[in-house]
């Protein structure tokens, strides 16, 4: 998978630290006393950390694909780093791979391109190259750094935002928002709760009630409940509820058809899994795998608040995978990268072929998107906050490390449910106000650029 390179490479600058020597301080009148103390501080800082081992060790992976050779290279910070850190990193980035036989030179005189990418998950820094010789296959190498400090920071230089769009507040628990019409905003809206599934539409400025459907079960409700709205090619949508599964009628007024029903629940919203470039103009469809993803589903426990694990179709080799929250994929150009938040709080990576296991310090809800952005695919994943209140950040993965494209948007009070919507290119989070008590849900929106 391809990241899109949104700014080039700032250029190399011979940085060296400040070695001057105080000689005879005391001559030296206040003014130029402060002067002195600034840059010798200024240096320091940048000489606070030694970039120089994971400079040199990712020049190594990198001329071990290009060799010695003619090739363009950019270079973009996408990291909470300082502008001075960064231009530091570049520096010594490029020395590194001069020093190891790299020459500079303009795309269109190079027989290999290299685009790196600093950027960062919770817990280190990760710097990313995408390799690219003739018409080979893209080969990408990394090298991570641990972080120091705490959690991501926040900054100017993400190459995405993330933009909510409140949609419905109610005193009872919803467990999912279907925008069934929307110009510049939602104007038609379904809210799925514990007892019905309510339709309302934007009139004069409020949301007016269109219809509510009761949802007919037998058994008691887990404690824990979720469901979940789907879209439908002929009727309007479907609900799944713990052993429950419902249909609209396809004529008007809507009618809810619900029966006791073990099937398993859609993993991907139908538009993921359907060839429709135009739906994805820009970067995401043009510069990205042409792979979508298969429509999986899994067995949802009836009694329980998440999934068996069992998997229909199976992905690759694996027809089960750990018992899990929430599910997510990305494609890549020969396989699908599945990402399954398990219920022993890691997240499974499953190619097909193997499962690697990490803990990122996510929470539970997982959604994919498909956007014009940057690679194309981004992974929208919850963090726990203080206090229960929870944030949510995209994150792309140009391998198996997550590399963070957003900054994250806070929410005041806990997540509790992140689905991704039909169309696949936003998503549907709730959470519970901790201030208010009551349930809100919120559209989940990706903007380019910075």
Known sequence: ???????????????????????????????????????????????????????????????????????????????????????????????????????????????????????ENPTAYVWVAQVRQGTAETEVVLVSIARFGGSVAAHDSMPITLRKVPLWAQDDPILDVAVLEESSAPTHIAVLGPRKV????????????????????????????????????DHLFDVYMPGVLCHTTSAVPLALNCMESDDPWPLVTPALSVTNSSLFPGPGSGNGPST?????????????????????????????????????????????????????????????????????????????????????WQILATTPGTEGRDSIRAYEFPDRDPVAVSAAIDFPGEITALWTEPKGDTAVAVIKNQETGSYEAFQLAVACGQ
């Not at 009148?29 to 940048?46: K, N, Q, V, Y």
């Not at 994971?54 to 996408?78: C, H």
Request: charged share 20%; aromatic share 8%; proline share 5%.
């Open 1 to 119: 998978m391809l990241i899109a390179v949104y700014n080039s490479g700032i250029p190399e600058a011979n940085l060296k630290p400040v070695t001057r020597a105080f000689r005879s301080a005391s001559i030296l009148r206040p003014s130029c006393l402060l002067i002195l103390f600034a840059t010798l501080g200024m240096a320091l800082h940048a000489g606070a950390t030694d970039w120089s081992g994971p400079e040199q060790e990712l020049a190594r992976k990198i001329v071990a694909v290009t060799g010695p050779g003619a090739v363009a290279v950019t270079i973009e910070n996408r990291s909470s780093l300082a502008r001075r850190d960064a231009e530091v990193i570049q520096a010594g980035l490029r020395g590194a791979l001069e020093a190891a036989g790299i020459r500079f030179v303009k795309s269109e005189q190079a027989a290999a391109t290299v685009a790196i990418v600093l950027s």
């Open 198 to 233: 309510s339709l309302y539409r934007l009139q004069g400025g409020k949301w007016m009630e269109e219809q509510a459907m009761e949802i007919a079960h037998a058994k008691s409700w887990p404690r824990d409940l979720r469901g979940r709205l789907i879209a439908a090619k």
């Open 292 to 376: 979508v993803i298969s429509p999986t589903k899994s067995f949802f426990a009836s009694s329980r608040n998440f999934f068996t694990g069992a998997l229909t179709p199976a992905v690759g080799k694996f027809t089960t995978v750990p018992k899990f929250y929430s599910a997510a994929a990305v494609p890549r150009e020969k396989y699908t990268l599945w990402l399954f938040s398990a219920i022993d709080s890691r997240v499974h990576l499953i190619d097909g072929v193997s499962d690697q296991t990490a803990i990122p310090g996510w929470g539970s809800d997982l959604a994919n998107i498909r956007t014009a952005c940057g690679a194309g």
